[in-house]
Nanobody, 119 residues
Framework: QVQLVESGGGLVQAGGSLKLSCTTSERIFSTHAMGWFRQAPGKEREFVAAISWSGDNTYYVDSVKGRFTISRDSAKNTVYLQITSLKPEDTAVYYC????????????WGRGTQVTVSS
């Protein structure tokens, strides 16, 4: 069973920063692109960022460019999402995903980590 385990969410004031982590197996990490989605209250889940399996390429939704940075650590089989200059509208459950048609229909999902930004 494929597991993607997120961590790092929490309550933070607007303007603050968070670093989310997603750890998975070496098999998944080394062979699949990985990414992050988020789902705000009352809204559909949306793609946020992705990184290729090699780490050479990254992709971001326009609304987060300049504030979100996706990265990966091969030694830890972990993908990170660094979020800076947090805004209340960033409040959402953030999900890690891997494989498949990643930006549209990932093959694997984590259970999510809650990020709440207070104004």
């Amino acid at each position: 069973q494929v597991q993607l385990v997120e961590s790092g969410g929490g309550l933070v004031q607007a303007g603050g920063s968070l670093k989310l982590s997603c750890t998975t197996s070496e098999r998944i990490f080394s062979t699949h692109a990985m990414g992050w989605f988020r789902q705000a209250p009352g809204k559909e889940r949306e793609f946020v960022a992705a990184i290729s399996w090699s780490g050479d390429n990254t992709y971001y939704v326009d609304s987060v460019k300049g504030r979100f940075t996706i990265s990966r650590d091969s030694a830890k089989n972990t993908v990170y999402l660094q979020i800076t200059s947090l805004k209340p509208e960033d409040t959402a459950v953030y999900y890690c995903a891997a494989g498949g048609d990643l930006q549209r229909n990932p093959a694997y999902w984590g259970r999510g980590t809650q990020v709440t930004v207070s104004s």
